[in-house]
T-cell receptor, first 116, second 115 residues
Framework: AQKVTQAQTEISVVEKEDVTLDCVYETRDTTYYLFWYKQPPSGELVFLIRRNSFDEQNEISGRYSWNFQKSTSSFNFTITASQVVDSAVYFC?????????????FGKGTKLTVNP | NAGVTQTPKFQVLKTGQSMTLQCAQD?????MSWYRQDPGMGLRLIHY???????DQGEVPNGYNVSRSTTEDFPLRLLSAAPSQTSVYFCASSLTRGQGKTTQYFGPGTRLTVL
């Protein structure tokens, strides 16, 4: 069975601090995809990144960076110099190839609050 | 493109009532799905479809029906609403098959309350 664990339920930081959101996953598939979605207070789900299991390169996009480590089954998300607009719930998700690569399994989310 | 649209945005039902949540996409995506989001639970897959005429159950299908008569539309039907179905419902779609085509894009959600 596939599983995604986001151990941090809530995180509170002060603006300009760096913050890392943890994501640990379990899967028996050799090919799989990992995702991060952002859910701001307005409620919509915003796609941030997709990473496939064969690509362990870390990725940076502006203030966002992602660290994928297959050895520890982790796909962590770091926000550098956080801003109030980063306040949201962040979800890590996994899809595999068994039973359809499109079925997403979500973690329970981490609520990030960035205080001014 | 309008992307993935959902109607209504909010709905209040009484126990035992039925209703249909609408979902449509104009991106010619083959794959569509329904999730529910409950506090502290993340999102859980209800039903999904890999193309017109094909549907299958997800993790929490009980109490819901779906059909996929066209590529664009994927309605979710609540047959006899129960308070346990109070939730926020998200529809999602994606291209399917082939590397790099598995990103799912979500609609704005429908907030359903069952009294």
């Amino acid at each position: 069975a596939q599983k995604v664990t986001q151990a941090q339920t809530e995180i509170s930081v002060v603006e300009k601090e760096d913050v890392t959101l943890d994501c640990v996953y379990e899967t028996r598939d050799t090919t799989y995809y990992l995702f991060w979605y952002k859910q701001p207070p307005s409620g919509e789900l915003v796609f941030l990144i997709r990473r496939n299991s064969f690509d362990e390169q870390n990725e940076i996009s502006g203030r966002y960076s992602w660290n994928f480590q297959k050895s520890t089954s982790s796909f962590n998300f770091t926000i550098t110099a956080s801003q109030v607009v980063d306040s949201a719930v962040y979800f890590c998700a996994l899809s595999g190839t068994q039973g359809g690569s499109e079925k997403l399994v979500f973690g329970k989310g981490t609520k990030l609050t960035v205080n001014p | 493109n309008a992307g993935v649209t959902q109607t209504p945005k909010f709905q209040v039902l009484k126990t035992g009532q039925s209703m249909t949540l609408q979902c449509a996409q104009d991106m010619n995506h083959e794959y569509m799905s329904w999730y529910r989001q409950d506090p502290g639970m993340g999102l859980r897959l209800i039903h999904y479809s890999v193309g017109a005429g094909i549907t299958d159950q997800g993790e929490v299908p009980n109490g819901y029906n779906v059909s996929r008569s066209t590529t664009e539309d994927f309605p979710l039907r609540l047959l006899s609403a129960a308070p346990s179905q109070t939730s926020v419902y998200f529809c999602a779609s994606s291209l399917t098959r082939g590397q790099g085509k598995t990103t799912q894009y979500f609609g704005p959600g429908t907030r359903l309350t069952v009294l």
